[in-house]
């Protein structure tokens, strides 16, 4: 159980609170919040896109799914997942799909969908399948304060 180390250094030098959720490791982010009796729409999963211009990094709750066609109105461009080797590339302290919710700590413009604002508290991935970061929401708002917020989730099917 250990948090990636960007991700560690850059909630400490933050001065966040928050707490270390151990994990059994799982396939899907909708798994994790079940074994781990977390409510689906508080755990945070983080999608890497391909844009024009650059990554972006879509946060959103664990029981939706990118809208890419949403996101293409709203930056101009359809943006695409990015490919697995590209995750490794900017997420190198991570396991592969272990992606914390905070792009800003790696450097990635970050878009939080808003309906994350509605929950009190926030979890999302530590970087190595095992582990959850668990904050109030406040302090998951602070985190991402300059990070672009909007509508464009829709619910996983089933």
């Excluded at 490791?25 to 024009?52: F, G, Q, S, W, Y």
């Excluded at 490794?88 to 919710?101: L, R």
């Excluded at 905070?102 to 009190?120: C, F, K, M």
């Amino acid at each position: 159980m250990t948090i990636a180390p960007k991700l560690q250094h850059y909630l400490d030098r933050r001065g966040v609170v928050y707490e270390i959720v151990p994990h059994v490791p799982t396939a899907t982010a909708l798994e994790i919040a079940r074994v781990c009796h977390i409510p689906a729409e508080r755990l945070a999963k983080a999608v890497l896109l391909d844009t024009d211009d650059d990554y972006l990094l879509a946060v959103l709750p664990s029981d939706r799914r990118v809208d890419l066609d949403e996101l293409g109105e709203e930056f101009g461009a359809q943006p695409h997942l990015a490919q697995e080797r590209d995750l490794a590339s900017v997420f190198d302290d991570c396991a592969p799909g272990a992606v914390p919710a905070l792009g800003v700590g790696y450097g990635v413009a970050t878009i939080v969908d808003d309906s994350l604002e509605a929950q009190p508290d926030v979890y999302f991935e530590g970087g190595d399948h095992a582990t959850l970061i668990h904050m109030e929401q406040s302090e998951f708002a602070r985190l991402t304060e300059q990070a672009r917020h909007g509508r464009f989730s829709e619910p996983v099917d089933g």
